[in-house]
């Protein structure tokens, strides 16, 4: 990228810093330039200072270090000083497929999801679901525009390099034929454990995994043929009925342990 990589001896030194993520062309530019909502929230929210430190993303998966040079309440100027790439994007990206939940029970899973390590967030329009997603115009437009923040705000937090998409809603016939294999679909009334399902599944070390999670109601009968015929594997959660929200990180989190995706990066344990 044309900047000095830093050694990883000098990550620890960055966990501090604060991290926002930018369009490509920002870093492209000769001189860093942050106008806008990014300007105020650096200036009056966070209060930093010329000479300050800020860690920028464009999404590659690299991580910027700059010193603001000049700051105010509409424009902050940068200086690029040199670039790492964080070892925090697990190598299987994880797509999940969350039917719709009301308000901020979805917000939760988009949240937590992102803090995990979900690259792709699908909401599904499945035959019980509780809340109604607007399929198009201004409502949608603010609707995804107030989920990707969300997405942005945690992935900021959580010291992702990469910013997780969030799709357009999609009905659940449509979904379960363009779903990425593997894809392990959580059913009540399944009497697979999900244990052996994912260790048999992390054995091949796939690219990509699909976790599939109903709405409140259940899937339907009809949906769940759907999604055998697809090949998906329908697993159990165990003996208590959890919440959908619920589901969907336990899901995540024992999907990305059972690949080794949370295990610490370095330095090891102890040093």
Known sequence: MGLPLFPPALLKLAVSQHRFFVSPEVLAAPQICLT?????????????????????????????EAEITAISREEVLARALGSYQPRTEPLTQVYLYQAALPGERFEWVLEKGTELGVSHFIPLVCTRNTAKLPVGGKEWER????WQAIVRSAAEQSHRARLPRVEAPMPFARAITAVAQPAIMAWERSSCPLKPVLAALAADKPPALSAIVGPEGGFTDEEVALARS???????????????ETAAIIMVALALYQLDELQASAPACGA
Request: hydrophobic residues 40%; positive net charge; glycine residues 12%.
């Open 36 to 64: 806008q909502e990014l300007a105020h929230r650096i200036s009056r929210v966070l209060r930093l200072s010329s000479g300050d430190h800020i860690h920028l993303l464009d999404g590659s998966g690299y991580e910027i």
């Open 143 to 146: 609707k995804l525009g107030h």
């Open 230 to 244: 697809a090949g998906v594997h329908l697993i159990s959660l165990g003996p208590r009925v959890l919440r959908a």
